[in-house]
């Protein structure tokens, strides 16, 4: 009898040193969810706050950049044309597209500056002339949609087919390279349908280049035209130069040349 007692004591002695145990675990798992649960409301209010555009809104631009034809006040339009908000959930990238989408505006970049404010980089486009007396041409070739009279008569006029405005850029480059050279510039050049070439100079003298060996064409006027000059007082209106040798000049009446 007395064994079985003791016997008892034993186990009821290993309840009690167990029970303890149970009780701490089971408050470390609810310590741990109730962190758990901290988190997420506190991770709820916090995503709440920062999408929230009144608690850190955007409150500067930086603008920078040199430019001639884009005001600071269209850069500001543009961003302000579509939705911003706050300093965490503004879009640059969508903003940079508004920018891009102003007519003078090449490139943008935007990026955030802690706390409140969008700092934006402007690359203007680099006007090389007028295409087609519509629009405007860069120095890559590229046609793009903005007002022609601001830069009319300070840059060449372009003209010719749709699609061909890197070949009559290309022929411009090459035939300026010889021009320069003797202080001539081109103030118009003109490419037809089959790809025939015409140009005036900036003393208005119209060169009819034809399709094929333009350099040379353009290298025999400039060895003539002092000679031409010379044999009369009527100015060149023209200089047919669509021949293997020679070379057909036309001459300005008088009245307009007066």
Request: hydrophobic share 45%; proline share 3%.
């Amino acid at each position: 009898m007395a064994a079985a007692g003791v016997k008892r004591t034993k186990e009821e002695k290993t309840n009690e040193e167990n029970t303890p145990s149970r009780w701490e675990f089971i408050a470390g798992v609810s310590v741990f969810f109730a962190i758990v649960l901290g988190f997420l409301i506190g991770g709820y209010q916090l995503l709440d706050w920062i999408t929230d555009a009144e608690q850190v809104p955007l409150e500067g631009v930086i603008i920078q950049g040199d430019r001639t034809y884009t005001e600071d006040s269209e850069v500001l339009n543009a961003i302000l044309a579509g939705e911003v908000g706050s300093f965490f959930t503004a879009d640059v990238d969508q903003i940079r597209q508004r920018i891009e989408a102003l007519p003078w505006v090449y490139s943008a970049s935007v990026r955030k500056e802690w706390p409140q404010r969008l700092r934006v980089y402007v690359v203007e486009q680099e006007p090389i002339g007028i295409w087609n007396d519509a629009q405007v041409l860069n120095r890559f070739g590229d046609v793009f949609a903005a007002n022609p009279e601001l830069i009319r008569g300070h840059v060449p006029l372009f003209a010719g087919p749709e699609g061909a405005e890197d070949e009559v850029l290309r022929q411009y480059r090459r035939i300026m390279e010889l021009l320069v050279i003797h202080d001539y510039a081109i103030s118009r050049i003109a490419l037809s349908e089959r790809f025939s070439v015409r140009l005036w100079l900036n003393n208005g003298v119209e060169l009819q280049l034809g399709r094929e060996a333009r350099l040379e064409r353009i290298q025999r006027f400039l060895d003539l035209y002092p000679l031409i000059q010379a044999e009369s007082e009527k100015a060149v209106a023209y200089a047919d130069l669509r021949y293997d040798t020679g070379i057909a000049i036309g001459w300005k009446e008088q009245s307009d040349s007066e």
